[in-house]
């Protein structure tokens, strides 16, 4: 899977936790994205950076906030965790020169809060 | 809101048929991408073509990009049973955008 390892792999918790996702490459590639994916939506784009500390907002963004502190990690915070924010989270990474090159997908973390 | 939208959702065939896809997208792009998904893992790259480009080819893979019409078909031949996946088209925006959107996804399923 081209480097990129997410964990964990499945979590279940409690309406009101907070929640970390993250986001390992071996790779040093610049750009990394969260997204979700839900029946009926597709996947769609929650966070991405294009650097160490240089973040940016994708377009279901609220309830989620990102780190990135090295260029290896990508964390997702989930700060209080929602019924609506069970799905499943895959990161991604860019493999090539520029942002919009092909994405290497991790295989994602099912979350489930009940 | 999905830039490229899929069609059919959902699509059924017999192993050694060609099955199409296709794919609708409302913005001007740079570039369109097709990617797989099957049940339970990431999603994995197909093929991309560039806004200037018309067709492509890689292995039993066939797309097409027709930019006036804002759409593209993936064309899988000769179908085979581990073909069963969902499919989804990508498009990124023309001005460089740093962001790819994906479709709905089709998913096909190919019966030996």
């Known amino acids: 899977d081209a480097g990129i390892t997410q964990s964990p792999r499945h979590k279940v918790t409690e309406t009101g936790t907070p929640v970390t996702l993250r986001c390992h490459q071996t790779e040093n590639h610049r750009y990394m994205y969260w997204y979700r994916q839900d029946p009926g939506h597709g996947l769609r784009l929650i966070h991405y950076?294009?650097?160490?500390?240089?973040?940016d907002k994708g377009e279901v963004s609220d309830g989620y906030s990102v780190s990135r502190s090295k260029t290896e990690d990508f964390l997702l915070t989930l700060e209080s965790a929602t019924s609506s924010q069970t799905s499943v989270y895959f990161c991604?990474?860019?493999?090539?020169?520029?942002?919009?090159?092909?994405?290497?997908f991790g295989n994602g973390t099912r979350l489930t809060v009940t | 809101s999905q830039q490229g939208e899929e069609d059919p959702q959902a699509l059924s065939i017999q192993e050694g048929e060609n099955a199409t896809m296709n794919c609708s997208y409302k913005t001007s792009i740079n570039n369109l991408q097709w990617y797989r998904q099957n049940s339970g893992r990431g999603l994995v790259h197909l093929i991309l073509?560039?806004?200037?480009?018309r067709e492509k080819h890689s292995g039993r893979l066939r797309v097409t990009l027709d930019t006036s019409k804002k759409s593209s078909s993936l064309l899988i031949t000769a179908s085979r049973a581990a073909d069963t996946a969902s499919y989804f088209c990508a498009t990124d925006g023309k001005g460089g955008s740093e962001k790819l959107v994906f479709g709905k996804g089709t998913k096909l399923t190919v019966n030996p």
């Open positions: 991604a990474i860019s493999v090539g020169q520029g942002a919009n090159s092909p994405l290497h």
């Open positions: 950076s294009y650097g160490v500390k240089d973040t």
């Open positions: 073509i560039r806004s200037n480009e």
